[in-house]
C-alpha cells in the first residue's frame, strides 16, 4: 500500500515538475513576441526610457505606417512571397519524388545516395556560400529572384523526412495495389500520398517557415530593392548614421510575422502529426 502510496506521488511531482518546463518554455517564447508586439505600439520616449516598460503609455499605430511607407515594404513582401511560394512548391515535388525513388524503387548505389543526402543535412549552409555565390555570378543571375531560388532549392531535409514516412506504409497496401495493377505514378497519387497528409503538411509549414526567414543568401544576391526579401529589406529600417527608432522595426517585424504565425496556427496539429508518424513503423 505505502509502495502504491509512493509511487502515485512520484507520478504526481513528474506532472507538476512538467508543467513547471512546459510553463518556462512558453515563458521563454512567448515573452520576446510580446516585447516585439508592445514596441511596435510605443513612441519613441516610451522606447528609450529607463528602467524600461513593457506596457505603452500612449498606444500609437503610425509605427506601422512608417514601417511600410520609409522603405518599399510591400516591394519586400512580394519578394518574400514569391521566393517562398516557388521553393516550397519546388522542394515539395522534389522532396516527394526522391522519397518514393528511394522506397520504391530499385536502382544501383541507392543507399549511396541516401547516405550522400544525409552528409547534405550535416553540411552548413554557410560553407557552400562562396562556391553558389561564384556559380550565380559567372552565369549572370546576381540582383535576380531566380539567383536566390536555385541555390536554395536542394531538399535533403524533405526527402529524408518523407521517406522516413512512406517506410511506415504498411506493406501490404503497397503490394495489393501492384497486383491490382497499379503503377508507379498511380501508386503515388492514389495510395502514398492520400495516407501521407499530415507528413506533407509538415514538410510544408517547415519548408516555407525556413524559406521565408532565410537572410543570408538573399543578403548577398540582393544588390537593391527590387528584388530584397522581407528580412534584407528590414535591415533598411535601421538608421546607421545615429540612433535606430526600433518603432517600426518592431512594426515591420510583426507585419512580417503574421502570414507565417496565421499558418502554423492553422496546420500544427497536422505538423505534429506529421513529425511523429515515421517514428513507429507498422
Same mark, same amino acid.
Given at each position: 500500500? !505505502? ?12 506532472? =507538476?515538475?512538467? &508543467? ?12 520576446? +513576441? ?10 519613441? *520616449?516610451?522606447? &528609450? ?10 498606444? %500609437? ?11 518599399? @515594404?510591400?516591394?519586400?513582401?512580394? !519578394? ?8 516550397? #512548391?519546388?522542394? @515539395?515535388?522534389? *522532396?516527394?519524388?526522391?522519397? &518514393? ?27 557552400? #556560400? ?10 549572370? &543571375?546576381?540582383?535576380? +529572384? ?7 532549392? *536542394?531538399?535533403? @531535409? ?13 506493406? %501490404? ?19 502514398? +500520398? ?6 506533407? =503538411? ?16 538573399? @543578403? ?15 535591415? $533598411?529600417?535601421? !538608421? ?8 517600426? #522595426? ?17 496546420? $500544427?496539429?497536422?505538423?505534429?502529426? *506529421? ?8
Amino acid at each position: 500500500m !505505502n509502495r502504491k502510496r509512493d509511487v502515485s506521488r512520484q507520478i504526481r511531482w513528474g506532472h =507538476v515538475f512538467g &508543467y513547471v518546463a512546459m510553463v518556462l518554455v512558453v515563458l521563454t517564447i512567448a515573452l520576446p +513576441l510580446a516585447w516585439v508586439l508592445l514596441t511596435s505600439f510605443k513612441v519613441r *520616449g516610451d522606447i &528609450y526610457v529607463q528602467p524600461a516598460i513593457w506596457w505603452p503609455r500612449v498606444f %500609437e499605430a503610425s509605427n506601422y505606417h512608417d514601417a511600410t511607407t520609409s522603405v518599399p @515594404f510591400w516591394r519586400f513582401f512580394s !519578394n518574400s512571397v514569391i521566393v517562398t511560394g516557388v521553393l516550397a #512548391v519546388v522542394k @515539395f515535388v522534389l *522532396g516527394i519524388l526522391s522519397a &518514393y525513388g528511394l522506397v520504391f524503387l530499385r536502382f544501383p548505389f541507392k543507399r549511396i545516395v541516401f547516405l550522400v543526402i544525409i552528409a547534405a543535412l550535416m553540411v552548413p549552409n554557410q560553407i557552400t #556560400v562562396i562556391v553558389n555565390y561564384s556559380l550565380v555570378a559567372q552565369l549572370g &543571375y546576381r540582383n535576380t +529572384l531566380l539567383g536566390i531560388i536555385v541555390p536554395l532549392a *536542394g531538399v535533403a @531535409f524533405g526527402t529524408f523526412l518523407m521517406r522516413n514516412h512512406f517506410l511506415s506504409i504498411p506493406t %501490404e497496401i503497397i503490394e495489393a495495389a501492384r497486383m491490382d495493377g497499379a503503377g508507379h505514378l498511380r501508386l503515388l497519387w492514389r495510395i502514398v +500520398l492520400p495516407v501521407s497528409g499530415p507528413t506533407m =503538411v509538415a514538410f510544408g509549414i517547415i519548408t516555407v517557415v525556413n524559406e521565408w526567414n532565410e537572410y543570408l543568401w538573399p @543578403f548577398l544576391m540582393a544588390d537593391d530593392s527590387s528584388v530584397a526579401t522581407l528580412p534584407v529589406g528590414l535591415t $533598411q529600417l535601421q !538608421n546607421n548614421d545615429g540612433l535606430t527608432n526600433w518603432g517600426p #522595426v518592431m512594426a515591420a517585424t510583426v507585419l512580417a510575422m503574421i502570414p507565417i504565425l496565421v499558418v502554423f496556427l492553422i496546420l $500544427q496539429r497536422h505538423m505534429i502529426k *506529421g513529425l511523429t508518424s515515421g517514428a513507429v513503423k507498422g
